[in-house]
């Protein structure tokens, strides 16, 4: 059964770094596409995923800064986000579907809450100057 739980989140200095977990997918992990989306007040949206082949995929605001990596032994997910900005602020989820990622035309970045079914309870960033 799957229930994710984050952690690693807190407050850190415009420029710092942060990494975020995320545990339990339970015995299946290998076919689940995952990631991570950010609320900021508004909608959630992904900014780091990675399909169950391993192949990550980055919103353009986080290409460059976060990187989303899995440790398979382990069965945890990850995200290190470094040169942190203001907007960066808000609640991060760990999500997890099962199999690929939808496919998205044209490089565009498609990716949306309703194709992910496993959500955790998210971990709050707070990035000040």
């Known amino acids: 059964q799957v229930q994710l739980v984050e952690s690693g989140g807190g407050s850190v200095q415009v420029g710092g770094s942060l990494t975020l977990s995320c545990a339990g997918f339970g015995s299946s992990y290998a076919r689940y596409s995952m990631g991570w989306f950010h609320q900021a007040p508004g909608e959630r949206e992904p900014v780091a995923l990675i399909?169950?082949?391993?192949?990550?995929n980055y919103a353009d605001s986080v290409k460059g800064r976060f990187t989303v990596f899995k440790d398979i032994s382990e069965k945890i997910l990850y995200l290190q986000m470094d040169n942190l900005k203001p907007e960066d602020t808000g609640m991060y989820y760990c999500v997890a579907r099962e199999g690929r990622l939808p496919r998205c035309y044209g490089g565009s970045w498609c990716y949306k809450s309703s194709h992910f079914a496993f959500w955790g309870q998210g971990t709050q960033v707070t990035v000040s100057s």
């Open positions: 399909d169950d082949s391993g192949r990550a």
